[in-house]
């Protein structure tokens, strides 16, 4: 399930499966899991173990086959959850392993060994796979193209690709799971079912030791740059008490790992299709949640992001400039038509300071950058004053209703889409020495 993940970070986004998200995006939604759901996860995970366990001891289909029925529905519980979903390996094991099992009676004493039929069989289901992950391979010609010494004229010459094969048979029973007699099936079968299990352990190993981190460390401090998070992770890792914020086997708050087998590689690409401007990205593969989780976090840190907890409705929001806010920008889950941010103040009775809070500094910004132009000569005060009066028009709809993020609404500020919004046009001076008669 969890076995290889693979992973693109680069211009501050991590892009997971062909989904991209902002640094601290999925920690922020793995941080926010419900905790009544996971325990119903780490409850389904502990039947299904529990029916494996009767299966090792029997070595009847039949416990196999209610084993197989307790991880589907384990597989099921994750798929509720995107986060969950989006690492999940997509295979069709239990299927097959239902299909396996199903027939109990008939082939219980048969150790499917493969035959030369099953082998066939094999070959023809590889030729087809291989062909759709590389269809250009396959029912053409290949071109090489070179060139007479002599003459220097070029010339090409083709080769015929393989046929197109054809749609293969279904598996044979002895193909179900993985090619090979039942042990070499149960082994496969069993991996694949202990990484549902590391998965859930490595949720709660990162989980328990974030939210310690946040809480205890990153919520002190004063000052909120890469500096300091550098630093405030260095004292987590380092504290005479590390053992009571970091999970671990002896406090059997979990595993936090200290060293994470990574594969790291470097390639050129475009930042997006058909832009013509390429950057060079960095793509890992990790064997565990908890290395991608690291890395997303960690890397988070490093660009300036922060994740904070809301005082409001107690999830956890990620924070891309260093404000002290105290409340996110989501709908308030006891009063959608808000966000947490407004309704903190009337409900909580704590109300931010202006420079705690992101949207006033945004106007603030906004409001500099007008009055630069101004002094510059480029607007008029009669411009100035209708800027004015659109940001804070913006500004009241931003802080009244729900639904427009910190980001969306700096990004309504910004002067390239306030100023075409108030039909004002920044008049050019000229720049450098008069030309001379």
Known sequence: MFGCISFCIGDKHIEINGKKFSLGDLTTEFLNLPKDKYAAMREQLELAQSKLSEYMRSKKLSDWYEANKEYIKLDAMICEFPCLEL??????????????????SMFESDDCELSEHDIEVLNKITAYEDYLENPNNYGGVNKEYYTNTQTEKAFCVTTPQPPIPELPPEK?????????????????????????AKALYDIN?????????????LSSLNKLDTNNYAMALDD???????????????????????????????M??????????????QYYEVESLQALLKMDFYKALEVGYIIRKCEYCGRYFLLKKGYHTKY???????????????????????KELQADNPKAQSLRRCYLRIDKDFSRGVITQEEKYKLYRTAQDLYYDATTRSGTTNEEFEEQLASKNLYPLCDVVRKTKPRGRPKSE
């Open 172 to 196: 044979t029973r002895a193909l179900l799971i993985y090619p090979g007699n039942i042990a070499v099936k149960w082994k496969y079968y069993k991996d694949y079912c202990d990484a549902y």
């Open 268 to 281: 050129p690409r475009e930042t997006f299709e058909g832009s013509g401007e390429y950057k060079i990205y």
């Open 87 to 104: 690492v999940r390996e997509e295979t069709d094991i239990f299927a097959e392993a239902e299909q396996f099992t199903a027939q109990q």
């Open 236 to 266: 987590l890792f380092n504290h005479p008490r590390a053992e009571k914020f970091i999970a671990n086997p002896v406090e059997g708050s979990g595993y936090f790992t200290a060293n994470d087998p990574v594969i790291l590689r470097h």
């Open 328 to 350: 996110c920008d989501n709908p308030a889950p006891d009063n959608p038509k808000y966000t947490c941010a407004q309704l903190g103040y009337h409900r909580k009775g704590i």
């Open 205 to 217: 190993s990162f989980n328990t030791t974030i939210f310690n981190f946040i809480k205890f460390f």
